[in-house]
């Protein structure tokens, strides 16, 4: 009898599968090209696929293509329903719209002008990546964390332009060297559900000593020390909440723990440009009692 893989062995040839599908989202993604990445069987692969992923490959490859595309309309301020549709390898703009819409509950030119992130969460919520962050999670003790802080107030996706002030701030200053101090962002509500108006966002960096006084609308922050259940988000900050949203659907109810009436934080571990942003790991903690 041929030999069977390990667990780990298993994992790592989906892990190749996921990555494939990723890279190849307009390419050939049929069962027959991706049981040759991960070199299993073309007649069990399917059955295998689903019982890993929990979808069928068919399902994750159809989700996928309409996670990029949502992602597209929003952030490409020339990207078109034709655009989407074509890439997603649909043969019309209609059957994009109707798929986009059987997915999201609504039309491609709607999301776009009012993106629904709590939906966007719902629908991708697939259970090999639930699964997943929960084998991620610990529990940890964190001392309290001087940062110097940059308070974003409007739209969430706006937050890059203040991005980019707290960045001059930090070369300016030298207070706050990337190098060797971390970074943090601080959201004060769900952007899912938080006005666009009233979104706010703190970009912060780890400081030793004061904040001096500048042009650039700095100012010192204490980051809570204490309890925190922290799990790891692995790829681009605009797709974190799939990793938020296992912590309150799946991780709190059965773990008998509490949340601490405070906002959760993330804890960035790459940089941009140096990391591309699919490849970025971020530690989002959510403080518990």
């Known amino acids: 009898m041929p030999e069977q893989p390990s667990d780990f062995a298993y994992k790592k040839r989906f ?21 040759d990445v991960a070199n299993f069987s073309a007649y069990h692969f399917h059955r295998q696929f689903t019982a890993f992923m929990g979808v069928p490959v068919s399902r ?13 309309l929003v952030a490409l301020a020339g990207y078109s329903v034709l655009d989407a549709a074509l890439d997603a390898g649909f043969k019309s703009p209609e059957a994009f719209s109707r798929a986009f819409g059987r997915a999201f509950g609504m039309a491609p030119s709607v999301f776009r002008k009012n993106p629904s992130w709590q939906v966007w969460n719902t629908v991708f919520a697939i259970p090999h990546f639930s699964r997943n962050i929960l084998m991620q999670v610990r529990i940890i003790e964190l001392p309290e964390v001087k940062v110097a802080a940059l308070e ?22 030298g207070q706050s060297p990337v190098a060797s101090s971390r970074t943090f962002g ?11 108006h009233a979104f706010r966002f703190a970009i912060c ?3 030793s000593g004061d904040v001096a006084p500048n042009a ?5 922050l204490i980051i809570p020390g204490g309890r925190y259940v922290v799990v790891r988000h692995v790829g681009s900050p605009d797709h ?18 509490e949340f601490r009436d405070q906002p959760l934080f993330f804890h960035y571990l790459s940089a941009y440009p140096e990391t591309p942003q699919d490849q970025w790991q971020t530690d989002v903690y959510v403080p518990l009692q």
Do not use: C
């Open 60 to 72: 994750y490859v159809h989700l996928m293509r309409l996670r990029r595309a949502a992602h597209q």
């Open 152 to 173: 974003h107030r409007g739209p969430a996706g706006l937050v890059n332009e203040s991005v980019r002030q707290f960045v001059q701030w930090r070369m300016q200053s």
């Open 216 to 220: 650039f609308g700095v100012q010192p």
């Open 186 to 196: 601080i959201p004060y509500g769900n952007p899912d559900t938080t006005p666009p």
């Open 205 to 207: 960096g780890e400081i």
């Open 240 to 257: 974190i909440g799939e990793t938020i949203y296992p912590i309150y659907r799946d991780w709190l109810p059965a773990s008998g723990e």
């Open 15 to 35: 892990d190749a599968v996921l990555a494939y599908i990723d890279a190849n989202l307009e390419g050939d993604l049929s069962v027959k090209a991706l049981s």
